[in-house]
């Protein structure tokens, strides 16, 4: 009796398919891991582990480790004005930075001053982005509101001028 062929790929729920977040994984590990953050979980979080306040004056730049490994050393690149208000917060910075690692791994932190403006790499790239608001022209509202307006459902003939309003709003754009 022959066994029955499985199917190419994968037959899970992903259907042979991978999250963009597992392929790209190995490649943010590499890259964090060169600065030394084994966990990227402190550079993609930085705000939740040390709080609002202190993660927009200062931001992490590397993880050094001594030549005897007993400890490390946490670099925080801020601007020149915000360093003296670091430096009195530096072992309550260290305590939620281990609580993050989940033992002692930080031994030290160092502070890094800079401009304001600062160099290339103060310009952390982790931050998001702020969202943009933008306002449809009324005229393309009310075409919108035309087209559904034999809809009968109300919550269906809304979500319909929203697609709508945008489908004509980039249209309107490109032109």
């Known amino acids: 009796m022959t066994q029955p062929r499985k199917p190419f790929g994968n037959t899970g729920t992903t259907r042979g398919f991978s999250r963009a977040a597992t392929l790209m994984q190995p490649r943010i590990r590499t890259a964090s891991e060169s600065?030394?953050?084994a966990v990227s979980r402190l550079l993609t979080h930085w705000s939740e582990i040390v709080g609002e306040t202190t993660a927009r004056v200062a931001h992490p730049v590397k993880v050094s480790y001594s030549h005897g490994g007993m400890g490390a050393t946490l670099s925080l690149l801020t601007?020149?004005?915000q360093a003296p208000m670091l430096e009195m917060q530096k072992e309550q910075i260290r305590e939620k930075v281990n609580a993050c690692y989940g033992y002692n791994a930080i031994a030290r932190i160092h502070i890094t001053q800079t401009a304001p403006t600062g160099f290339a790499e103060g310009k952390l790239a982790f931050d998001h982005a702020p969202k943009r608001t933008h306002r449809p022209d009324p005229a393309t509202v009310?075409?919108?509101?035309?087209?559904?307006g034999d809809v009968g459902d109300e919550r269906l003939r809304l979500a319909l001028q929203a697609l709508g309003t945008n489908v004509l709003g980039k249209r309107n754009i490109r032109k």
């Not at 009310?142 to 559904?148: H, L």
């Open 79 to 81: 601007s020149g004005a």
């Open 142 to 148: 009310e075409t919108a509101q035309e087209i559904t």
């Open 35 to 37: 600065r030394g953050f």
